[in-house]
T-cell receptor, first 113, second 112 residues
């Protein structure tokens, strides 16, 4: 089983739609969680951290369910510019000073006009 | 935030040759990493580049194949040695600055 699993999509949604992605992780000792966004032929960029209590940033809402070991990303009122690949990132409890990001394979989103 | 540049941005190489990728950061950072992203795949950590000591390699990656230098807190190189077509990938430099991990623009490598 992969350490971090995502539905690869693609998700094709119309502008203005609400879309949600889930990501499951296998290491119950995972400590930190993030969503990164990667545009085509570009490097990943941090979209938002995921906190235990859930957090919202404008149209984006991230939630963590430790019991079921999954995190989610909800995008409301989708824009064309939201089209990208969304990467789920998990960090286990670190040993030493290493920061071991574990990436999901990404979920591809295309927002259609 | 940290601004990261990589050189070259892309290259096409013959099998059996080696390529050195440079990573420059605009701030001093303690932690620098090298990742690989193969076509259609997610990112895989190759190694952590340690300043003043040998790099720490992840399972499946060895120093002879991917030698790394880290002469100071703003610069690192990754060499892909004795290349084969399986090494065709995007190689990304990454740093932790503050609490956030940033990525360079990547080096697209095609090995023929």
């Amino acid at each position: 089983r992969k350490e971090v699993e995502q539905d690869p999509g693609p998700f094709n949604v119309p502008e203005g739609a609400t879309v949600a992605f889930n990501c499951t992780y296998s290491n119950s000792a995972s400590q930190s969680f993030f969503w990164y966004r990667q545009d085509c032929r570009k490097e990943p960029k941090l979209l938002m951290s995921v906190y235990s209590s859930g957090n919202e940033d404008g149209r984006f809402t991230a939630q963590l369910n430790r019991a079921s070991q999954y995190i989610s990303l909800l995008i409301r009122d989708s824009k064309l510019s939201d089209s990208a690949t969304y990467l789920c990132v998990v960090i286990p409890i670190s040993s030493g000073s290493a920061r071991q990001l574990t990436f999901g394979s990404g979920t591809q989103l295309t927002v259609l006009p | 935030s940290a601004v990261i540049s990589q050189k070259p941005s892309r290259d096409i190489c013959q099998r059996g040759t080696s390529l050195t990728i440079q990573c420059q950061v605009d701030s001093q950072v303690t932690m620098m990493f090298w990742y690989r992203q193969q076509p259609g795949q997610s990112l895989t950590l190759i190694a952590t580049a340690n300043q003043g000591s040998e790099a720490t390699y992840e399972s499946g990656f060895v120093i002879d194949k991917f030698p790394i230098s880290r002469p100071n807190l703003t610069f690192s190189t990754l060499t892909v040695s004795n290349m084969s077509p399986e090494d065709s990938s995007i190689y990304l430099c990454s740093v932790v600055f503050g609490e956030t991990q940033y990525f360079g623009p990547g080096t697209r490598l095609l090995v023929l």
